[in-house]
């Protein structure tokens, strides 16, 4: 009989074990949830300053110094694509103000764009090219290949179309074009083959400048006056559903800090 009565106590306690477990579901402990993440669409000309751009952020705002910043870099066209197929972007910092101001039309904003910089657009080229007349150089036979970020994509691929077309050499260098999706594999073909190419004056500091100049490669800034500046005008918009990280990134974007980190590395601020 006592045996009998002990073995009822461990089924009884085996069936309450097993209720709990069902009514926890999984489910994680009250007060737990995921750990927010920002997420951020940024121009490919804004490859190699992010990183900086980002540590000066989680320093000047301590609430947010261990937060998940994850950065997504491409063209301002694919990632403007990427956003209207509802990419979880709380921000996005474009290389021009078209990208952003299209998005604000249709509604994807959470308030109105705001330009940050400007970029500035270079001619890299290789050694052994007379280039002092830029772009008239392009123009040489020895010149076969020339590196552009696709215009249809990339304000920079867009304001090296319109310096060659200001100069009158768009038809008689066209042919030699090779595209990039984004002016990171443009400067890639700038390092590895091209003979010359159009690319952001952001790229030539830090980690992309040193291969830069490993490569041997020489570069000329562009003349203000040889492309429509307003084509450069970096822009930046909150995405809707913002979370208080996008817009505490967002200001830090608009304050000295992040001024002075985008002026040093070649490009021009108000």
Not at 38 to 66: C, D, Q, T, W
Not at 68 to 83: E, F, H, P, Y
Not at 154 to 180: R, T
Not at 261 to 267: C, D, F, M, R, V
């Amino acid at each position: 009989m006592r045996s009998s009565g002990s073995l009822r106590v461990v089924m009884v306690f085996l069936l309450l074990f097993s209720i709990a477990s069902c009514g926890s579901g999984g489910q994680d402990p009250p007060g737990q949830s995921e750990p927010e993440v920002l997420h951020i669409a940024a121009a490919a000309n804004l490859s190699y300053v992010m990183p900086e751009l980002v540590a000066g952020f989680r320093k000047e705002y301590a609430g947010y110094a261990e937060m998940d910043i994850r950065v997504t870099k491409a063209s301002s066209g694919s990632l403007t694509a990427q956003i209207r197929n509802s990419a979880p972007y709380g921000l996005f910092l474009a290389a021009n103000t078209g990208y952003p101001d299209a998005l604000d039309a249709d509604g994807l904003s959470d308030g109105p764009p705001v330009v940050y910089a400007e970029g500035i657009p270079v001619l890299v080229y290789r050694q052994g090219l007379d280039c002092a007349a830029v772009p008239r150089c392009l123009a040489d036979s020895s010149v076969k290949t020339i590196a552009i970020a696709h215009p249809e994509l990339a304000p920079y691929g867009e304001a090296a179309v319109g310096i060659l077309k200001k100069e009158g050499l768009f038809e008689a260098v066209e042919g030699k074009f090779v595209y990039g999706t984004s002016i990171t594999q443009t400067f890639q073909h700038v390092v590895t083959a091209a003979d010359a190419g159009f690319i952001a004056k952001s790229l030539l500091y830090g980690e992309s400048g040193r291969e830069l100049e490993k490569a041997g490669r020489r570069w000329r800034e562009c003349s203000p006056d040889s492309y429509d500046r307003r084509g450069l005008r970096q822009s930046m918009v909150l995405l809707k559903g913002a979370s208080p990280a996008a817009r505490a990134f967002f200001d830090y974007m608009r304050g000295s800090t992040a001024r002075a980190i985008l002026e040093k590395n070649g490009y021009t601020v108000e």
